[in-house]
């Protein structure tokens, strides 16, 4: 064999070693970009859909009115965990178009969300870009993370930070580590919820740490624990949960309950959460028999159990743990279970099927990945046909949802009512605001008060805010409050338990679905 024949097979190694690596380095750009690319597109769908109107019940119920109203003091800020309102209202000012602020800052949100994932999964579980990406995808393409960015911003900012602390926690680097601290807090001002389960992780971790380096080194150890944010950020998030929890005693009427309930109550409420997910991630949970195989004790499968322990545990031993329902605390399930599809992918994919798994069990390595490919198959087709689906017309899954799973919206494309007849509910409001005499009063329910307060109000009409109307015992009630106007829909149809306009209510304007009726 001639020499130039001999360095053909060398030369065609070295191109293909840079070249595997020239792709190397472009996934590591590439991959978050992507991923970032497709949580926002993906949640940019359903605002395409329903443009200019924004979907979600807080988000025309709550949002709306925290967005016109002043800027809540820091006292209210760190009680009701009201940040997301500070920094809706100030795009609001930036921009004074309320529905496209609440619509993108959606899409924001699903973007950041998407990367931190990704970021996650590279960095923490040290999956590599590939599996990273995939954990990313199945993040966005699920019903949980759909459920929290249909209307709960004030979660998912909350889960923002919490990933931020993680993500600073684990980078190696003193400075970024450190920052966890100033990031815990803003945590405490954005939600209760995550904020709950970042006390939980952070306490467990610390714990599981100290008890590690005690045993590998009996002096240092809980020295050199603290030497760590780990520990010191813990403390200042379990000081930050007290402190919370003593200043919203002291908010009247927030709803904080921590009562005894029956023994049947709780079970029920038990029932309920384990069904909700069920509906929501049964696909994720097909993977569970693998993860618990060698569990890698981290942020999220602390996470993970927490939640269970809540969800389950709490409610069954007979207390009402929170003023939210249980269900809720099931909405955080997403970060954890999506991990736990890019570890499994990762660990039974061919390329470490040589890496010292036992070859014996009841399903093969290949097997493993194939049904992971399945899952997401599942996931991204459940939560595409989501995210265009009406209440009016829900596709064949979301109808399951009315029997089996709570507080999940019938179809994607809804605020307090379908998107579809938000334009005609507009329009009757805009008409009565214009066309009602001076000083009128019209009373509205919480459904509608809020896309009440953005149309223009020449005529000085008082608009009374009279809480959820979700029965047609709620008319009497506004009767009762003296003459006036309200609004509802021309032809009830049973929404919010209502099928029918007490005959002494007339109509004085009548635009598509909705009418303004004397009262």
């Known amino acids: ?166 993500l600073c926690m684990s980078s190696g680097k003193k400075y970024l580590g450190w920052a966890a601290i100033p990031l815990s807090i803003l945590v405490f001002f954005s939600n209760a919820e995550p904020a709950v389960f970042l006390v939980i992780t952070l306490a467990a971790l610390t714990i599981i740490t100290l008890f590690k380096n005690y045993k590998t080194n009996a002096r240092g150890g809980l020295f050199r624990t603290f030497r760590t944010p780990l520990p010191w950020t813990a403390i200042v998030a379990l000081f930050l949960g007290v402190a919370q929890l003593l200043v919203i005693r002291t908010i009247p009427n927030h709803g904080l309950t921590s009562n005894l309930v029956a023994a049947s109550i709780g079970l029920s409420s038990s029932i309920n959460g384990i069904v909700f997910l069920i509906y929501c991630a049964w696909p994720f949970l097909l993977l569970l028999p693998f993860v618990l195989r060698s569990p890698k004790i ?33 909405w955080l399930m997403g970060f954890p279970l999506s991990i736990f599809l890019g570890t499994t992918l990762q660990v039974y994919s061919k390329v470490n099927s040589s890496r010292g798994l036992s070859q014996k069990s009841f399903i093969s390595n290949r097997q493993v990945t194939y049904l992971c490919g ?62 009602l005499s001076y000083n009128s009063t019209v009373y509205l329910a919480a459904q509608f008060y809020g896309l009440g307060l953005l149309v223009s109000n020449p005529n000085s009409i008082r608009l009374n805010y009279v809480g959820l109307v979700d029965s047609e015992s709620n008319f009497s009630s506004i009767a009762s409050l003296g003459r006036g106007y309200t609004v509802w829909w021309t032809y009830p149809t049973g929404w919010y338990g209502v099928y029918s306009i007490p005959p002494n209510f007339s109509t004085v304007i009548t635009i598509g679905a909705f009418s303004l009726y004397k009262v």
């Open 1 to 166: 064999m001639c020499a130039r024949e001999s360095a053909l097979p060398m030369m065609a190694s070295a191109h293909s070693s840079s070249r595997a690596s020239w792709l190397g380095k472009r996934s590591n750009f590439l991959l978050p970009l992507i991923s970032t690319a497709i949580g926002g597109l993906f949640r940019l769908l359903p605002v395409v859909l329903s443009w200019p109107f924004p979907i979600g019940y807080d988000t025309t119920a709550t949002y709306i009115i925290q967005m016109i109203k002043p800027l809540p003091n820091f006292y209210l800020i760190f009680g009701q965990q009201d940040l997301h309102a500070v920094l809706l209202s100030f795009f609001f000012h930036l921009y004074p178009s309320a529905f496209s602020v609440l619509n993108f800052f959606a899409v924001g949100i699903s973007a950041i969300l998407a990367l931190e994932i990704y970021a996650y999964a590279l960095t923490v579980s040290k999956l590599e870009p590939r599996f990273a990406f995939v954990t990313s995808i199945v993040f966005t393409f699920n019903l949980l993370t759909m459920r929290l960015l249909w209307d709960q911003y004030r979660i998912d900012l909350g889960l923002i930070f919490v990933l931020l602390v993680f």
């Open 298 to 330: 981290d942020y999220h499968l602390i996470w993970f159990f927490a939640i269970l322990l809540l969800g389950i545990a709490v409610p069954f031993a007979g207390r009402n743990l929170v003023f939210e329902p249980i269900i809720w605390l099931y």
């Open 374 to 435: 399945v899952i997401v198959l599942i996931l991204v087709s459940l939560s595409v046909a989501y995210a265009i689906s009406s209440p009016l017309a829900p596709n064949p899954y979301s109808v399951i949802a009315t029997r089996y799973a709570g507080d999940i919206s019938l179809g994607y494309l809804q605020s307090t009512i379908p998107i579809s007849q938000e334009r005609d509910l507009m329009s009757v409001l805009n008409a009565s605001l214009h066309t």
